[in-house]
């Protein structure tokens, strides 16, 4: 039943992404410029697809050095004590705030991946031309568009901490070389869940149907 | 350039093009195909988000100058902003993170307040000027960025890591933070930045007309 219903852009329509007027461009393929809020029509983000798979890809490979080097370092009267992402954890864990420590393990660690995956598979569905789980995917976006921004948790701890344990020479804590790379993973991420297109997802059409223009 | 009737949209989520029904005050409407939902008709859409926005501007400005938290061992005292805690980032050589961390700890939370509340006090008055339009689209570039609720909760999750090492005193900025993580949830769920294109002037010159589906559009006289 879904995919009998067509797209406005299949029907020579353009809806503007800015304030969601519908109109009816002259030239389809060029339509210029929203006559309502003057922002530039699209009939679909511009290289959607690229665009995602790049910073996908991009934050995949950040991925590595955001979870192999410390991101926070303690000096406790000379000594040197470095933290990853997983071993903060570990330390929540073990001074008894298992909750806390699962709440940094889901933003910090399973959140992210999880987002790669998810915006890998949305892309791969696209370009395959897939028709089923439509409902399923779209619901998936929208998973990755409202709890990605909760990945930055773990940056904002570090900031907070870097900021108020400054006692030196007694304890100081410095942050380590891993959190702008983990920083950037989480905004990478973030601006590939925007450039994916959710409407690329209800575009494709059944084989049995054919593919209408 | 040809359109159709305003209260035919296209579904931002799947593209199904779509007439919407008039609808109640608080009443909301679903997308046929896709059921997103993909129009609001709020009871009050622009006195009630007013309100809201000036009272988070005022606790935005008391969340940014009020110490956060204390810390407090062997005899030596320490306070910190938020501001605070992108500036010591900087200071250690983590530039770049410190520029994120201010951007939506600071800059997008304020840039949104400030974006919000101008194009509110704009529109009381129709036809607004086109440029509304513009600040209608830097307030919402912004809100994606603003993460208020993820840092309350950082600040929490660091509270409880620091008074591992050290005593903590929670400050009054975690509470102006917590009221204004509260307040911008409500702007979100009141404000509705679609209503606004129904009062703006169009970047072509036509005057705004009564929106058709909200039915609370400009009253232009003829």
């Known amino acids: 039943m879904s995919a009998e219903a067509l797209g406005a852009a299949s029907a020579g329509y353009v809806s503007c992404t800015t304030c969601r007027l519908l109109s009816r461009p002259a030239q389809p393929d060029a339509p210029g410029y929203c006559p309502r809020c003057g922002a530039r029509l699209v009939r679909r983000r511009h290289r959607s697809i690229e665009y995602t798979w790049a910073l996908v890809v991009a934050a995949a490979i950040l991925y590595i050095p955001a979870n192999a080097l410390p991101v926070l370092t303690t000096t406790t009267l000379g000594s040197e004590e470095s933290d990853t992402i997983i071993t903060g954890v570990i330390f929540l864990y073990r001074s008894g705030s298992w909750f806390l420590a699962l709440i940094v393990l889901v933003a910090s660690v399973m959140i992210p991946l999880g987002k790669l995956v998810a915006l890998g598979y949305l892309c791969l569905s696209v370009q395959r031309g897939w028709v089923r789980n439509n409902h399923d995917r779209a619901k998936l976006y929208h998973l990755v568009e409202l709890i990605g921004r909760w990945s930055m948790l773990d940056v904002f701890v570090d900031a907070f901490i870097v900021a108020l344990v400054q006692l030196k020479p007694l304890m100081s804590v410095e942050p380590g070389a891993g959190v702008v790379y983990f920083m950037a993973v989480v905004v990478l991420t973030m601006l590939a869940a925007q450039s994916f297109d959710p409407r690329l997802i209800w575009d494709a059409h059944p084989p049995a149907r054919g593919r209408h223009g | ?222």
């Open chain 2, 1 to 222: 350039m040809a359109h159709p009737a305003l209260d035919t949209i296209a579904c931002p989520d799947c593209d199904l093009p779509q007439t919407i029904p008039p609808l109640p005050p608080g009443g909301s409407a679903r997308c046929a195909r896709c059921h997103e939902t993909i129009a609001r008709n709020p009871s009050d859409p622009i006195q009630r988000p007013l309100a809201l926005t000036v009272a988070a501007a005022i606790v935005y400005l008391i969340a940014n100058t009020m110490p956060l938290m204390g810390l407090s061992a062997v005899g030596r005292e320490a306070t910190t902003t938020i501001l605070g805690g992108a500036q010591q980032m900087w200071l250690e050589g983590s530039e770049i993170t410190a520029v994120a961390v201010a951007f939506c700890a600071v800059v997008a939370p304020g840039g949104y307040i400030l974006f919000v509340l101008s194009v509110l006090l704009a529109v009381r008055k129709p036809p607004a000027p086109p440029w509304v339009g513009d600040l209608l689209r830097f307030a919402a570039f912004m809100q994606p960025w603003s993460m208020n609720e993820v840092m309350l909760l950082g600040i929490l999750v660091a509270l409880i890591k620091i008074s591992q090492l050290a005593e903590v005193v929670p400050g009054v900025g975690i509470f102006s933070v917590g009221i204004l993580v509260v307040l911008l949830a409500a702007i979100a769920a009141t404000f509705d930045r679609h209503m606004v294109w129904t009062h703006v002037e169009w970047a072509d010159g036509t005057l705004p007309a009564a929106d058709p589906y909200t039915r609370l559009g400009a009253r232009i006289p003829a």
